[in-house]
């Protein structure tokens, strides 16, 4: 039979390729250090979950909620934005509650994409960005992902080229998966072009407190005029440790707010209300919990790039998100990042995320997850160092018929 449409857009799964070996593995007793998918295995704050307690016994709160946010939570989203980066936004019209940023991202590919429309987007990238697209019939134009002049020599190139003109410019920056990280001056210069050429730009700030560096990632809605023609995307899912709670925000122009409220209204009622009030508590506190989670991710952040680089393999310090993007080793390349992971699966039980699954760029390099304590990653290492060493046994090129060690 054939398939559906939509389906067939969308190319096979890479991740679950990596997925089966490691369950399959773990079946067989394998103890598997995973380091790919980006799944925090931090602790909610107590005081989070205290507040969900709270509400949760509250009888009115299992009610429906609203599908755009409670109003305290859209208010405590505005502060924040205040309070971080600057921007005064109105919590009525130029703020929405998600349902994690990836719904948020999909949602506002289906309310704004008329079929064949053109959308720019970096590559690599965290899949929704062109795949919520692309379900909403649009067409992806790859740029390159470094925020420098190649970035602006791509766009220049892509409107040139493009017929019909580009619709909306994806921005993710600190980048998922590359942790490539962008000044305010790479935002003025975006949002002038933009507004030159009227297009559309839907900024994922996701990681936006997972940084390394002193000065933090700014928001592109720091830009004077931004709001004219910009929505932003953030998540409560890497900052507070709450993945599974599935929370997160759109802020920004007020047009395209409304269309994603609209659309939003016909297929949501929002989170359950328990976790928008401890959500609007986490949003209102000191910020010490923040700085806690960024503190534990920058000392494996540490501990990841000194093990491994002991090991023979020279990662480079991500400088934000819980990600390091590595160069397949030299030895390894001619695979492409596909069969290397499932080659760090099968033979030193370690699992990272193929760098093809975040776009063809990505092939030379794998994405790696620092979701496991420094104890998990130094033991990666020593079992990447005597994968190496196994390969280089024997003659470095036949390491794709190495046994499996089980």
Known sequence: MEEFHKVRRLPPYVFEQVNRLKASARAGGADI?????????LPTPTAIVDKLCEAVRDP???????????????????FYYQRRFGVKLNPETQVIATLGS?????????????????????????????????????????????PDDSFFAALERSVRHSIPKPLALILNYPSNPTSYVATLDFYKDVVAFARKHDIIVLSDLAYSEIYFDDVPPPSVLQVEGAMDLCVEFTSMSKTYSMPGWRMGFAVGNERLISALTRVKSYLD???????????????????????????????????????????GWDVPPPAATMFAWAPIP???KHMGSLEFSKLLVEQADVAVAPGIGFGEHGDAHVRIALVENEHRIRQAARNIKRFFANAANDGGDKVVSLPVRR
């Open 33 to 41: 250090i995973d380091l790919g998918m980006g799944n925090p295995d």
């Open 102 to 146: 990836k719904e948020g991202f999909a949602n506002m590919a289906q309310a704004i994409t008329a079929p064949g429309d053109v959308i720019l987007c970096p590559n690599p990238t965290y899949p929704i960005h062109a795949f919520g697209f692309i379900m909403s019939g649009g067409v992806i134009r790859s740029l390159d992902v470094v």
């Open 60 to 78: 009115r709160t299992h009610r429906y909620s609203t599908s755009r946010g409670i109003p305290g939570l859209r208010r405590a989203q505005a």
């Open 330 to 332: 030299p030895q390894f």
């Open 269 to 311: 009622y929002g989170a359950f209300t328990p976790i928008q009030v401890a959500a609007t508590a986490a949003l209102n506190s000191d910020g010490a919990e923040i700085a806690e989670v960024r503190s534990t991710y920058k000392r494996r952040r540490d501990v990841l790039v000194d093990s491994f680089g002991k090991a």
